[in-house]
């Protein structure tokens, strides 16, 4: 295929250069009904790319194909069998997925350190969880993709599984066995659904971890956003094999989507694929020089450590790293990841993604360059020596494994959609939870719906709340009370 191509992107200059008239939504037509202060801030491009995808960048019956055709270049470029394009965010490729496998009651092994979207399938779609448990690094507090070992224990226990999900990259960039849990699937011949939502880059450099096409998984969900040049919820979903039905993944996704697709979310998609495709060679392996570099700069600060494969790699670790995921370990300093990171954007405007009770986060991608990577590393040189101005870190309770793996009760759609009450959370250990409590980011649920609560998930996340953890979910998010099942029941 000519992936110098980019339908989308073509089929909006056409519509430009032929001068079409809407009198269709969006309201604004073309940017002419938009306020001039809106304008000013978004500017005029952003309006005229803003249209329908029918009776707009294609005709009444899609006669020209374009999404189809910008689909199956994207499909080209990886070399999966079908690709679908989603504006809605993986959130949603990876609930079409969930439900093209599995239904009501029936079963699904999933790992445990899913996004809270996993979570969110489960709830709508009646899915029974079968949880795999995570690798858990006690020493540094943090998991890593479950085993494939795990998942062949859970096979054996629940032989009436649908399919198994992992999370991989997970997004401390930890990677699972992809090809070992695609085996140990289709041996049983149900499909492999990974949550690559952190490895859309994976498919075009040599250097990176395998992705989850080449390693054999059926479905495979990737945020183009995250770790690519697409929009905010720009995301695809591969398919391979037929072990899932075209058809059924399209239907799912259908059930779920927006009938009002943003045409900016695909334009982006479609520009990147091409990106990729002519480019990606040559933009990750500069982004993969530059982290080399990084980590080794980061390392020699005093007081700072970046987790490298020699922490994350191994006999009961992750199989591969993203090395792109620049981990900063501040355990040596006085104060937490929570404080280090306001404390970059407040006195270097300069924005970490993941935040924890010892870690800061920042993510390379092949848009970063000697600017972007000398403030970070200045950033982090000036954060060191203000360590005396930040305040100490509050103690928190993290919880042995044991801690933190909670009883699944109920279903958790039976849970979340019961009846309720909220009760001091001293008061909630011991019953049934009835919503999800995520730390975010990332946005592993530490607790979620039908999950009895203990002492140990408790206190964690209060004192998680007070030292500057964000638990976005909660009805409560200062965590004083938490939702709870009214009856708390076992399931069948």
């Given at each position: 295929?000519?992936?110098?191509?980019?339908?989308?992107?073509?089929?909006?200059?056409?519509?430009?250069?032929?001068?079409?008239?809407?009198?269709?939504?969006?309201?604004?037509?073309?940017?002419?009904?938009?306020?001039?202060?809106?304008?000013?801030?978004?500017?005029?491009?952003?309006?005229?790319?803003d249209?329908?995808?029918?009776?707009?960048?294609?005709?009444?019956?899609?006669?020209?194909?374009?999404?189809?055709?910008?689909?199956?270049l994207?499909?080209?470029?990886?070399?999966?069998?079908?690709?679908?394009?989603?504006?809605?965010?993986?959130?949603?490729?990876?609930?079409?997925?969930?439900?093209?496998?599995?239904?009501?009651?029936?079963?699904?092994?999933?790992?445990?350190?899913?996004?809270?979207?996993?979570?969110?399938?489960?709830?709508?779609?009646?899915?029974?969880?079968?949880?795999?448990?995570?690798?858990?690094d006690?020493?540094?507090?943090?998991?890593?993709?479950?085993?494939?070992?795990?998942?062949?224990?859970?096979?054996?226990?629940?032989?009436?599984?649908?399919?198994?999900?992992?999370?991989?990259?997970?997004?401390?960039?930890?990677?699972?066995?992809?090809?070992?849990?695609?085996?140990?699937?289709?041996?049983?011949?149900?499909?492999?659904?990974?949550?690559?939502?952190?490895?859309?880059?994976?498919?075009?450099?040599?250097?990176?971890?395998?992705?989850?096409?080449?390693?054999?998984?059926?479905?495979?969900?990737?945020s183009?956003?995250?770790?690519?040049?697409?929009?905010?919820?720009?995301?695809?979903?591969?398919?391979?094999?037929?072990?899932?039905?075209?058809?059924?993944?399209?239907?799912?996704?259908?059930?779920?989507?927006?009938?009002?697709?943003?045409?900016?979310?695909?334009a982006?998609?479609?520009?990147?694929?091409?990106?990729?495709?002519?480019?990606?060679?040559?933009?990750?392996?500069?982004?993969?020089?530059?982290?080399?570099?990084?980590?080794?700069?980061?390392?020699?600060?005093?007081?700072?450590?970046?987790?490298?494969?020699?922490?994350?790699?191994?006999?009961?670790?992750?199989?591969?790293?993203?090395?792109?995921?620049?981990?900063?370990?501040?355990?040596?300093?006085?104060?937490?990841?929570?404080?280090?990171a306001?404390?970059?954007?407040?006195?270097?405007?300069?924005?970490?993604?993941?935040?924890?009770?010892?870690?800061?986060?920042?993510?390379?991608?092949?848009?970063?360059?000697?600017?972007?990577?000398?403030?970070?590393?200045?950033?982090?040189?000036?954060?060191?020596?203000?360590?005396?101005d930040?305040?100490?870190?509050?103690?928190?309770?993290?919880?042995?494994?044991?801690?933190?793996?909670?009883?699944?009760?109920?279903?958790?759609?039976?849970?979340?959609?019961?009846?309720?009450?909220?009760?001091?959370?001293?008061?909630?250990?011991?019953?049934?939870?009835?919503?999800?409590?995520?730390?975010?980011?990332?946005?592993?649920?530490?607790?979620?719906?039908?999950?009895?609560?203990?002492?140990?998930?408790?206190?964690y996340?209060?004192?998680?709340?007070?030292a500057?953890?964000?638990?976005?979910?909660?009805?409560?998010?200062?965590?004083?009370t938490?939702?709870?099942?009214?009856?708390?029941?076992?399931?069948?």
């Amino acid at each position: 295929m000519d992936h110098s191509e980019a339908p989308v992107l073509d089929a909006l200059a056409a519509y430009r250069a032929e001068d079409q008239l809407p009198f269709t939504p969006p309201g604004h037509k073309q940017g002419r009904g938009a306020d001039p202060r809106v304008l000013e801030v978004l500017g005029e491009a952003v309006f005229h790319a803003d249209m329908l995808a029918v009776s707009g960048l294609d005709d009444r019956t899609m006669s020209g194909k374009v999404i189809e055709r910008a689909e199956e270049l994207m499909a080209d470029a990886v070399g999966a069998d079908h690709t679908f394009f989603s504006t809605c965010g993986s959130s949603l490729s990876v609930k079409a997925a969930m439900l093209s496998v599995a239904g009501p009651h029936q079963k699904l092994l999933i790992g445990r350190d899913v996004h809270k979207s996993v979570v969110s399938g489960l709830i709508l779609a009646g899915i029974r969880p079968v949880w795999v448990d995570p690798q858990w690094d006690a020493g540094l507090h943090l998991a890593h993709p479950p085993a494939a070992d795990a998942f062949r224990a859970a096979f054996e226990e629940h032989p009436d599984a649908r399919g198994a999900l992992v999370t991989s990259p997970t997004p401390y960039g930890a990677c699972a066995d992809v090809g070992a849990l695609a085996e140990l699937c289709h041996e049983r011949g149900v499909p492999l659904i990974v949550d690559e939502a952190w490895g859309a880059h994976l498919p075009f450099h040599p250097d990176l971890p395998t992705w989850a096409m080449d390693a054999g998984a059926d479905v495979c969900v990737t945020s183009v956003h995250k770790m690519g040049s697409g929009l905010e919820q720009g995301s695809v979903f591969h398919l391979q094999g037929d072990l899932v039905a075209k058809d059924a993944l399209a239907a799912r996704a259908d059930l779920l989507d927006t009938t009002s697709p943003s045409v900016l979310v695909f334009a982006a998609l479609d520009g990147w694929r091409r990106q990729m495709m002519e480019h990606g060679r040559a933009l990750l392996g500069d982004a993969l020089s530059r982290a080399h570099r990084v980590r080794a700069a980061v390392d020699g600060i005093e007081g700072l450590h970046v987790h490298g494969r020699a922490d994350f790699c191994g006999d009961g670790l992750a199989a591969d790293m993203d090395p792109l995921q620049i981990y900063v370990d501040l355990s040596a300093l006085p104060f937490n990841g929570y404080a280090a990171a306001d404390w970059m954007r407040r006195n270097h405007r300069v924005n970490l993604h993941t935040s924890d009770h010892r870690r800061v986060n920042a993510q390379l991608t092949h848009a970063d360059d000697d600017t972007t990577e000398r403030r970070l590393l200045d950033g982090l040189r000036d954060l060191v020596a203000h360590a005396d101005d930040l305040p100490p870190a509050p103690k928190i309770r993290v919880p042995a494994p044991g801690g933190l793996r909670l009883r699944q009760a109920t279903l958790p759609r039976d849970a979340f959609f019961g009846d309720v009450e909220e009760v001091p959370a001293d008061r909630a250990v011991g019953r049934v939870c009835a919503e999800m409590l995520t730390p975010y980011p990332p946005g592993v649920p530490a607790a979620l719906p039908g999950e009895v609560l203990d002492r140990d998930v408790v206190d964690y996340l209060r004192d998680g709340v007070r030292a500057g953890m964000l638990v976005p979910d909660a009805a409560d998010s200062t965590l004083a009370t938490i939702r709870v099942s009214v009856r708390d029941v076992d399931a069948d």
